[in-house]
């Protein structure tokens, strides 16, 4: 089955988005709500209609692509190189976890877990959001490739900042499998750019606050 660059976009936009929620948290102790929300939530998306769907829609995934156009139009700050550093590492880390099947079935038997938590808390609820952290710790963690994320010291040493950066890192992960699942190659951001921007462009202007 064929895939479009629309629907490749709108998973590498969830990668960058998980991507700018952990700079934002290690460095502010703040985020994006909206985003936060709609990137939990497309862990339990398991039989989504459509590739925005996992996102919700358009919406969901503004901060994303709002990250993605910024990255390809090689912003040098280093608020951007690490986002695009953490990326990269996202990426590679599902290529690590594509090659470890039961780790994969530990994952989605406790990504379901936390989704029966969300019936009686809210989607972003401490409890949620910590046993999210906890499975990236006890999967993800182990491998020899860690995500080095920085900031600010008095953000990353708050415990419940440490877990939502886990449980974003853990979103992350989900896009990049998503990604991979419908042709997205890590060549196409480079040989691709141009119909990658012209996708990127059209979809942010279906978002409100454009």
């Known amino acids: 089955m064929s895939h479009t660059i629309d629907e490749q976009v709108v998973a590498l936009a ?19 709500k909206t985003a ?6 497309s862990l339990f998306a398991n039989d989504p209609e459509t590739t925005l769907s996992v996102y919700g829609d358009v919406n969901g ?7 993605l156009k910024q990255a390809l139009q090689k912003k040098s700050d280093r608020e951007y190189i690490n986002i695009i550093r953490y990326t990269l590492s996202l990426v590679q880390l599902e290529s690590k976890l594509r ?5 994969l079935n530990i994952i989605g038997q406790r990504v379901d877990q936390a989704k029966n938590q969300t019936e009686h808390f809210s989607i972003l609820h401490e409890n949620v959001i910590h046993n999210l952290a906890s499975l990236y710790m006890d999967t993800i963690s ?14 990353l040493n708050v415990s419940h900042n440490a877990a939502l950066i886990r449980a974003s890192l853990l979103t992350g992960i989900r896009s990049a499998i998503l990604w991979r699942q419908i042709g997205g190659r890590r060549w196409n951001l480079i040989f691709k750019r141009k119909s990658i921007e012209a996708v990127v462009d059209r979809l942010l202007s279906r978002t409100e606050n454009y």
């Open 14 to 32: 969830g990668i960058f988005q998980a991507a700018a929620l952990v700079q934002q948290i290690a460095e502010t102790s703040q985020y994006d």
């Open 36 to 41: 936060l929300e709609a990137s939990i939530k």
């Open 142 to 155: 182990t491998f020899n490739l860690r995500v080095q994320v920085t900031g600010n010291p008095n953000h």
């Open 99 to 103: 090659k470890q099947p039961e780790m």
């Open 61 to 67: 995934i503004a901060l994303g692509l709002k990250t």
